[in-house]
């Protein structure tokens, strides 16, 4: 008996261990979980961020792809999630025999001793930081909640997507080139280019890669001043394209656009990132929210300098 207590805590998986391990193995299936799970044989999700039904806040960085795993995985028609407890604030429950999907809650805490020593030192305390996993049900595991959380939000009519995106594009002031063959983004010199949309096979996709390359974009150190490395094979390369795919990938969904899958080139060195470092994913999903609040906000900007 003791000497199983001994082994446990070595046994017990930390959060990011556990979350790492999840998107690894979606990666070796050919799955790239920031990719949106529209149209699979399961279901149709809506377009868009995963939300809380009763807050009405989208989710934010690994919750994202946690969320929208579960999506695929189980078949949601939503996109909308619910803690126990909210559920039955709103009038609901959870089915019986339901199971939750793990997300997890990052935060940071400052010890007494610390707080003393701090407060001797005449210096800012020391926050040491901690994720907490918590509980939601997709609001189809639920019953008894209001009818109205379980209408679909409507869908941009095809034709205004695409200005939804080029207004988006031109709101962020980014030095946008159109042509050649490739897509790319040069930091020493802040400017990105692009093919022509024609020259796409899916022309949706060009979208797609314009925000792939503005996420590179927010991270010039005039803006959110991230360490961006253009040398294909080392591991700041994967981990920067790991943040541009992500934040092309939320700033579609909050668009209601729907690229078709990209082909999977970078699988193997996110890989080789995601099995070396247990926290990798976190903080790539974390920096792609910021990365994609950044150009969305843009848009908010402009929308309200026009009203004034």
Not at 53 to 72: C, E, H, R
Not at 174 to 201: E, K, L, T, W
Not at 215 to 241: C, F, P, Q
């Amino acid at each position: 008996m003791t000497e199983q207590k001994k082994k446990a805590p070595s046994e017990r998986q930390t959060v990011y261990q556990e979350v790492t391990a999840k998107i690894i193995r979606e990666l070796e299936q050919g799955r790239v979980p920031w990719v949106q799970p529209w149209g699979n044989p399961n279901g149709a999700a809506a377009i868009g961020l995963p939300a809380n039904a009763d807050s009405q806040n989208t989710y934010s960085g690994i919750n994202i792809l946690l969320l929208w795993g579960a999506v695929f995985e189980r078949g949601f028609q939503l996109q909308s999630w619910l803690t126990y407890k909210q559920a039955q604030k709103l009038g609901g429950n959870v089915r019986k025999g339901e199971k939750s999907t793990t997300i997890v809650y990052a935060d940071s805490f400052v010890t007494k001793d610390e707080r003393q020593t701090a407060k001797q030192e005449q210096r800012d305390p020391q926050r040491i930081p901690f994720l907490k996993r918590y509980r939601v049900f997709n609001i189809e595991q639920c019953e008894g909640l209001p009818e109205d959380l379980y209408a679909d939000a409507p869908e941009l009519p095809e034709c205004e997507q695409i200005p939804y995106a080029e207004a988006l594009i031109k709101d962020t002031g980014a030095d946008f080139r159109i042509g050649g063959s490739r897509a790319f983004y040069v930091p020493s010199q802040d400017f990105i280019q692009v093919p022509p949309q024609p020259a796409f096979h899916d022309q949706i996709n060009y979208y797609r890669t314009c925000f792939h390359e503005l996420g590179h974009w927010t991270g010039h150190k005039s803006r959110l001043d991230r360490v961006i490395e253009n040398t294909k094979g080392n591991k700041l390369y994967a981990r920067e394209e790991l943040v541009a795919e992500m934040t092309s990938a939320f700033v579609c969904a909050s668009l209601s656009i729907t690229p078709t899958v990209r082909h999977t080139d970078y699988i193997s060195s996110w890989l080789d990132v995601l099995k070396e470092d247990d926290k990798a994913i976190f903080r790539a999903a974390s920096l792609a929210s910021k990365a994609a609040n950044f150009l969305i906000d843009t848009q908010r900007t402009e929308t309200q300098r026009a009203a004034a």
